[in-house]
């Protein structure tokens, strides 16, 4: 391990019951006071569901798909994190937010209830983005993997029970896609599906375009989704978060964009650790009917 690594790996703080990380936690009552603009755009997602991209798809079509547009700056400079407290010299999220002017695109993993209430208040669009448990673990886990501010993932099988107790940072998965699904149509949410996304992304942008009340030509929306394919985003430096520090993001264990695949999961469970999940998933999503896909 790297020098220092292990001082900055956060322990994770309750905030009304929701573990977060403990500078995120420290910060909070300024998070919640956060007023947003009528005008901002909110995309939120449990960790690793899909946010870059659709943060991508989002920017691009703001920007008529203009790539070079595109490439002003690196994805966390473009579409601030809420919440984000980062070790300097990375500014957190309120700072950053605070030098843009309105409409902002704003990325958020906080579960609905500890979003600011200034987002509903002022009927801010909001884009939720939700990934099926066991893929959505895997990225995860690979993340804390390589990400220095994260508390260690520890071994895969402990991951798993972390996982379905709700310990891991911006807390259970579980109640984050069930807390958002419910109030999707009475804040007016677009609730996405990563595995819709890959099947058919050429559908989801043009989803993502109307609930914008944006129009571009069809040969615009192409071009959005060739650069916004995982391969071309692997690559774009403003894209791929290698504009984040090594000793903050070691992408020599993991790459940020790492496979961009549905189904990845039955590389890493056995199939008792895919059953014994399975059941808990069951009696976790009881009466909701939210139709996650673990295949395309
Ligand atoms: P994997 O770890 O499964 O590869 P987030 O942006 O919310 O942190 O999510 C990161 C996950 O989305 C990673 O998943 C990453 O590879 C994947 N991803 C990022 N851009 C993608 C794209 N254009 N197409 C498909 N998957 C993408």
Redesign the pocket.
């Known amino acids: 391990e790297k020098a220092g690594s292990s001082l900055m790996r956060f322990p994770v703080i309750p905030v009304r019951g929701i573990p977060l990380m403990k500078l995120i936690a420290n910060n909070f009552d300024d998070i919640w006071a956060f007023r947003p603009d009528p005008s901002d755009l909110l995309i939120a ?12 798809i989002v920017d691009l079509l703001l920007h008529n798909g203009d790539a070079e547009a595109c490439r002003r700056a690196p ?1 966390p400079v473009r579409s601030p994190f809420l919440e984000i407290v980062s070790p300097p010299p990375i500014p957190s999220g309120l700072d950053l937010l605070r030098t843009m002017d309105p409409p902002r695109v704003i990325k958020t ?1 906080l579960p609905f209830q500890l979003v600011p209430l200034g987002f509903w208040e002022n009927k801010c669009k909001t884009i939720y ?1 939700a ?1 099926n448990a066991k ?2 673990l ?3 886990y ?2 804390d993997l390589m990400n220095m501010t994260q508390p260690e993932p520890g071994p895969f099988d402990g991951y798993v029970t972390k996982f379905m107790q709700g310990e891991l940072s911006w807390g259970s998965w579980y109640d984050h896609v069930k807390g958002y699904w419910e109030e999707r149509e009475k804040k007016n949410i677009l609730y996405l599906f ?1 595995e819709d ?2 099947e058919n ?1 050429r559908r989801e942008v043009v989803r993502i375009m109307k609930y914008l009340d944006l129009s571009v030509s069809d040969e615009v929306i192409d071009r959005i989704v060739d650069l ?7 690559e774009n430096p403003m ?1 791929n978060y290698s504009c984040v520090p090594s000793p903050v993001f070691d992408q020599t264990i ?8 549905v189904g ?1 999961w039955q590389n890493h469970f056995s199939a008792e650790q895919s059953k014994m999940f399975d059941e808990d998933y069951e009696k976790q999503m009881k009466g909701s009917n939210i139709p996650f896909r673990t295949l395309i």
């Open positions: 997602t449990y960790p690793k569901a899909g946010t870059t991209w659709t943060q991508e994805t993993h983005v990934r893929d959505n895997v990225s995860y690979y993340f990563y996304m890959k992304p916004t394919s995982f391969k071309k985003m692997k894209a993991s790459p940020f964009m790492r496979k961009g695949e990845d």
